[in-house]
């Protein structure tokens, strides 16, 4: 069996605070905003083919806004096209697509954490939303979250390697210390349930991320859940050298 290099793989996490029409003091709207953000991401992502985009607050008209300045013409490797106008549905011919759905109905209504791969280097094998409540497959608000979570899952096989990789991206409630709690050990079972024994995906999986805006410090609990003994996870700062 031919041998493949490890990836040059590359996750780039980012909350875009959500296109608000009653911004703070100073706050920049969407409009003047997201040329800015779409530079970051093309210039990120341009030279490493296997980069992964995880987003937080995005809103439906953001990630429109996202993946057409992602998919402009021009581009490198990118044939010259229009953007796809339904984000649910990635067109093959794409430069990049993206997986998730609103947070409030799990259609277009309220924030997406959405996961942006590129298509011809990955193939999407399953995907999936996660509300982080004790109903987790109905739109809900877990425990004493202020706001509706969610978690967007994503098994993605790379097209030359064969190698799957499991993606995740999460936004935690930034006020209720028992829902970022919960969330995180639902996440953790989440991914146990993907790799572990028994698992009809287990052999298909080569790696693990996880990413997003967690509204935790490394001495709070859901940093504590994702690196416990037992979950699996380590934070990437400390297996790069020289740190994050």
């Not at 997201?34 to 439906?60: A, D, F, G």
């Not at 109903?135 to 004493?144: A, C, F, L, M, V």
């Not at 969610?150 to 209720?176: E, F, M």
């Not at 919960?182 to 953790?188: G, H, M, N, Q, Y």
Request: glycine content about 10%; aromatic content about 6%.
């Amino acid at each position: 069996m031919k041998s493949h290099p490890p990836l040059p793989l590359r996750i780039l996490t980012h909350n875009i605070r959500y296109a608000t029409s009653a911004p703070f003091k100073g706050e920049k709207p969407w409009a003047q905003r997201k040329q800015h953000l779409i530079n970051e991401l093309l210039y990120h992502t341009r030279h490493i083919p296997e980069s992964l985009l995880c987003l937080q607050e995005v809103l439906h008209i953001q990630l429109q806004d996202i993946l057409a300045g992602l998919n402009q013409p021009n581009q490198p490797n990118q044939p010259n096209q229009n953007p796809n106008p339904n984000p649910k549905e990635p067109k093959e011919e794409q430069e990049w697509a993206s997986i998730g759905v609103g947070r409030s109905d799990g259609h277009q209504a309220g924030e997406y954490s959405p996961i942006l791969y590129r298509p011809h280097i990955y193939s999407l094998t399953h995907s999936q939303t996660i509300w982080l409540s004790q109903t987790p497959h109905t739109p809900s608000r877990g425990w004493d979250a202020a706001s509706i979570r969610i978690v967007t899952i994503a098994l993605l096989t790379h097209r030359v390697t064969r190698k799957g990789l499991l993606v995740l991206s999460t936004h935690l409630d930034d006020q209720g210390s028992r829902s970022r709690y919960e969330s995180a050990k639902l996440i953790v079972q989440l991914i146990q349930g993907y790799v572990g024994e028994g698992s009809c995906w287990g052999g298909r999986i080569g790696g693990v991320v996880l990413a997003g805006d967690f509204n935790s410090e490394v001495q709070q609990e859901a940093y504590r859940v994702f690196t416990g003994v037992g979950s699996g996870l380590v934070d990437a700062r400390e297996q790069v050298a020289g740190g994050l």
